[in-house]
């Protein structure tokens, strides 16, 4: 795939159901429908594979109310990844109606620190939006900072942490220390706002210059970006990168995860049927999709 082909602009939204969790290490090119949320993803492992180092999941609960976004950058590719893709999902799954994320962050260091001896680890960012408050919850394992469009400033930020209480070893990238402590950082947002998560491909592309952009640099990109559409922001971003310098283009794993908040809620019906469906996860008939 490349931008030219994206389809993200025509293509219709896959509705997310409760209660299920989506996501894996391939290629794709999907628009979802959350309460609350929209969410556009694109992956593109390097080289043309099928598959690749950055893993990627959305999942909702059992009342729809809570998204969950997961973006990890593991080191190494095919089988290995392949095989912790499905163990992430599996911890998606378990905590998929777990407000605050934390424990499924510590619960992810730990599935890697005990992969360490074959020198494993990640970088990863967990996103969890709780749709009656508006509320963005951040989770960040040495990965890039996520990108803020405010829409009623019409402007871009980066999404830095909070001031940090932790007393010990902090948000690390997963399996380099089994004992790191994982914060979160809490975001108001309002309907029109949007969150950009990405891999380090982005901010490892190179400009014109040759000089790798950056956070800050990829900021500068993407605030010069018209935002009238996220679909065509997508198509504009990955543009820019691959028409940027030669090299950009397929030289690593590249996901971008677009998420932009809407007026919708939970439906009365997925409220009331969300116990139902609590009981039903105790017997392990949570829907995988990938």
Sequence with gaps: MTPATLGLPDAPSERMQCMEVWGGNSDVDKAFEMPGLQAWIYSRPHGGSRAGGDVYYLSSCASGRISRMLLADVSGHGHEVAELAKGLRELMRKNVNVIRQTRFVEGMNRQFSEMSEHGTFATALVATYFQPARRL????????????????????????????????????????????????????????DMVLLYSDALIEARDGQGEQLGTEGLFRLVADLKADTPASLL????????????????????????????????????????????????????????
């Design 137 to 192: 919850s951040v989770c960040r394992a040495g990965h890039p900072h996520p990108l803020l469009f405010d829409a009623s400033h019409n402007r871009w930020s980066v999404l830095h942490d909070g001031q940090s209480d932790a007393a010990g070893i902090a948000n690390l990238p997963l399996g380099l220390h089994d004992q790191t402590v994982y914060e979160q950082t809490e975001t108001k947002l309002c309907v029109g």
């Design 235 to 290: 198509k504009q971003l990955l543009g820019a990168i691959d028409t940027g310098h030669p090299e950009n283009a397929g030289q690593d794993d590249l996901t971008v995860i677009l998420c932009r908040v809407t007026g919708t809620a939970t439906t009365l019906r997925d409220n009331l049927l969300a116990p139902f469906r609590l009981f039903r996860c105790v017997g392990d008939s949570t829907s995988l999709r990938s």
